[in-house]
């Protein structure tokens, strides 16, 4: 069989040499306490790895999705959580796409060299939901700053960010003629805000994910950290979008290969009434059905990728990737569970954990129903039903 060569194998290579020196202890002992990874973030910042998709005038690499997303992938295939990361690579797209050139000199170069984190993005409230336009948090322009009050939930990795990107409204709701207008994003530093108006509350939660509540009480913050224009944030919130939606498609992908790949060597190894149990076709059909769908998926990945990167709209393909890479993802961590029988349940083989990690997938950053909504209306062009 002759099998094409791997565009980017290179990357692949480097990313899990670097994963490597992080292996499945380490990701094990976090989770059981809890902790966030801060080696394997500063090693993956300092390799440069975080400023895949930054511009090379700004000190980034300069590459495309296609290959940032080759990076998470393999950080989940190594058996690590890119969810500690993943911020980074998305959040200063908003930056580079709608902030001043004084933003972007500000930032950037601090971002790429690893000095700035700006792994947050704070748009979730928790009277509000999935129902963006609704929001409740606003930001009052009062003499040459504006004034934040509000609440957002399910806000990550604040503790380990030193930039945030915050959706709020500026002009009232009742005031505008469209519900997506009115709304502006600011880029908040969080060295400054936390304590001085703003107030971060972690929520224990299933999976070993920083995550907060945030509570603004008159929280100052310059005029100058406006990005874009006011009233246009979200606009720009969905600009950012398709990427963040195929990098988690990618994480998925690469969280899918390692169930399979568990799967595949225990099925081989573990031998009960004298003989594998891969042996049964009950136990590898699931097997093989799981890697099918993980293909797939990879498919239609590195179709929104490729869209991405030559700037041709692609919501439908990174909607799409984000739906079947979460689903076989999630497909593949149930028959790696059960193939192991008993000892998928035990901590030690790192599936449950695993399973656990890959699940989250279907509910954020968006849930499976808000993609049905997508397609069923902008590509099959079905009624709004919300
Ligand atoms: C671990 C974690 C980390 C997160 N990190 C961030 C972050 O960093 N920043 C951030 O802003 N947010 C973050 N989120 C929030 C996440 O994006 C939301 O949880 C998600 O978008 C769903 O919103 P919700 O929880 O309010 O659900 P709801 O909007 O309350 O919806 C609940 C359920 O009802 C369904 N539903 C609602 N309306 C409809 C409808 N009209 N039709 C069909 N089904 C519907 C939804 O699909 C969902 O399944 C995070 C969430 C989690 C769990």
């Known amino acids: 069989m002759i099998v094409a060569a791997d565009p980017h194998q290179e990357i692949r290579d480097a990313v899990r040499q670097l994963c490597r020196q992080f292996p499945d202890e380490y990701f ?42 080759v990076v998470l992938e393999e950080i989940n295939r190594s058996g690590g959580n890119s969810g500690a990361v993943h911020g980074q690579m998305y959040n200063m797209g908003t930056l580079l796409r709608h902030g001043s050139n004084a933003q972007k000199n500000k930032y950037l170069p601090s971002i790429a ?56 409204r500026t002009t009232p709701l009742a005031a505008v003629t469209k519900k997506s207008e009115g709304m502006s994003i600011f880029v908040i530093d969080l060295r400054e805000s936390i304590g001085r108006g703003l107030t971060v509350v972690p929520i224990p ?14 929280l100052e913050v310059p005029e100058e950290n406006l990005v874009g224009e006011e009233g246009k944030g979200f606009r720009y919130i969905l600009d950012g979008l398709n990427a963040e939606r195929t990098l ?37 059909f699931p097997i093989a059905e799981a890697y099918i769908e993980v293909e797939a998926a990879n498919l239609m990945r590195f179709k929104a990728c490729e869209l991405f990167d030559a700037h041709e709209a692609c919501g439908p ?16 961590a149930n028959v790696c569970l059960q193939t192991h029988g008993g000892f998928g349940f035990a901590t030690e083989y790192d599936i449950e954990r695993k399973f656990r990690e890959t699940r989250l997938y279907q509910v954020a950053p968006v849930s499976t129903n808000m993609i049905f909504a997508y397609v069923a209306e902008h590509v099959l062009g079905l009624p709004r039903s919300f």
């Open 317 to 332: 393909q990174a909607n799409m990737a984000k739906y079947l890479a979460a689903k076989a993802s999630w497909e593949a």
């Open 28 to 69: 094990r002992k976090l989770d059981e306490e809890k902790a966030y990874p801060d080696a394997f973030v500063d090693a993956l910042m300092a390799a440069g790895w975080l400023a895949a998709m930054i511009p090379q005038e700004y000190g980034g690499a300069g590459l495309g999705l296609t290959e940032a997303s």
């Open 248 to 284: 988690i498609a990618a994480e998925c992908i690469g969280d899918g290969y390692w169930f399979i790949e568990r799967a595949r060597k225990y099925a081989n190894e573990r031998v009960v009434f004298d003989r594998p149990i891969g042996t049964n076709q009950g136990v590898q």
């Open 113 to 168: 060299s690893g000095k700035l984190r700006i792994q947050s993005m704070a748009v979730t409230e928790p009277t509000t939901g999935t129902d963006t336009t609704k929001i409740k948090t606003t930001a009052v322009k009062k003499d040459g700053r504006y004034v934040v009050n509000g609440q957002k939930v399910w806000i990550s990795r604040v503790q380990h960010s030193d930039l945030m990107i915050l959706l709020a």
């Open 205 to 218: 939660n299933m999976v070993n994910h920083e995550t907060n509540e945030l509570f603004f009480d008159n």
